[in-house]
Nanobody, 123 residues
Framework: QVQLVESGGGLVQNGGSLRLSCAAS????????MGWYRQAPGNERESVAA???????DYVDSVKGRFTISRDNAKNTVYLEMNSLKPEDTAVYYC?????????????????WGQGTQVTVSS
């Protein structure tokens, strides 16, 4: 199994910044895309940002220009730098990784989730 451990959430004022980290463990696995999702109360979980193992990134429109996703492949860690935070960014943020056992190959990829970290932006 791949385990994802998130850190960096918290309470910040409108316009503030936070940095989320997510470390993946599982030596028998190779990790392809890593990303961040969020879920606010009463809303569905939505994809916020994603990054491939090659470094290609994608963002939901509402965070473009404010959030930056990056990863350290050597550490199997993904980061989300969040600037100019708004109250509507308040949510539980979940780390996600698409990974496969090296012995099986990428056709047997699975999706793994972290436990979530709360981000609260006060107005």
């Amino acid at each position: 199994q791949v385990q994802l451990v998130e850190s960096g959430g918290g309470l910040v004022q409108n316009g503030g910044s936070l940095r989320l980290s997510c470390a993946a463990s599982g030596s028998a696995f190779s990790i392809n895309t890593m990303g961040w999702y969020r879920q606010a109360p009463g809303n569905e979980r939505e994809s916020v940002a994603a990054i491939t193992s090659g470094g290609s990134t994608d963002y939901v429109d509402s965070v473009k220009g404010r959030f930056t996703i990056s990863r350290d492949n050597a550490k199997n860690t993904v980061y989300l730098e969040m600037n100019s935070l708004k109250p509507e960014d308040t949510a539980v943020y979940y780390c996600n990784a698409i990974a496969y056992r090296r012995l099986q190959g990428p056709n047997y990829s699975y999706s793994y989730w972290g436990q979530g970290t709360q981000v609260t932006v006060s107005s």
